[in-house]
């Protein structure tokens, strides 16, 4: 809530590589203005009440130069009921719908040579949708060049927060399951090499 404060954070920063969700389009506009290199791609539309559309970003920043950056979509989400009615009950607490769910990466070239840096935002579901959207990303990386992955992952492992593994469209299998997610998903990371 205090972009001021976050962009004399990030102003005064000394990093390689800095990656950013659900950055606000006035905020991307501050940012841009850094002399610094920049990627930016859409992450989401989030559609507020009375169908107003507020966009958000993932951006990566670098000190080091950003050769390209490209966004890509995820595949689309189809809710179930339970879900699309979890929504509409949490719209009181700040929860929107969202649509044009994408993320971003970027090949940079850093001291130790050209790197592709992932600035993801894997939508909060349950633990196979995460995969797949992680997937989707993994499939952009390039056996030659070498890849890191930031973002919020929402890779969550608690019995307060399995049950929303239901809720948000998985199977009953998800809520006592709690420990598969990060398993599975560390599994996958080390078979990739990340």
């Excluded at 990656?19 to 290199?37: D, G, I, M, T």
């Amino acid at each position: 809530p205090d972009l001021d404060r976050a962009f004399s954070f990030i102003r005064d920063l000394k990093f390689d590589v800095l990656c950013l969700q659900e950055v606000p389009e006035a905020f991307l506009s501050r940012l841009k203005s850094l002399p610094l290199s920049l990627a930016a791609g859409i992450e989401t539309d989030w559609v507020e009440p009375a169908h107003i559309v507020k966009r958000l970003y993932c951006v990566i920043l670098s000190p080091h130069n950003i050769l390209s950056g490209y966004d890509f979509a995820f595949l689309k989400f189809e809710a179930p009921w339970r879900t699309e009615k979890f929504i509409s009950f949490m719209r009181r607490w700040d929860w929107r719908r969202v649509r044009n769910r994408r993320s971003l990466y970027a090949d940079i070239e850093m001291p130790q040579g050209l790197t592709r840096v992932f600035s993801l935002h894997l939508t909060l579901s349950y633990p196979n949708w995460l995969m797949t959207e992680f997937e989707t990303a993994a499939r952009l990386r390039d056996p030659a060049i070498p890849a890191v992955f930031c973002g919020d992952l929402n890779i969550i492992e608690s019995y307060r927060a399995t049950p929303l593994n239901w809720v948000l469209g998985g199977s009953f299998g998800d809520i006592v399951h709690r420990a598969s997610a990060r398993t599975n998903a560390e599994k996958r990371f080390a078979e990739l090499g990340l």
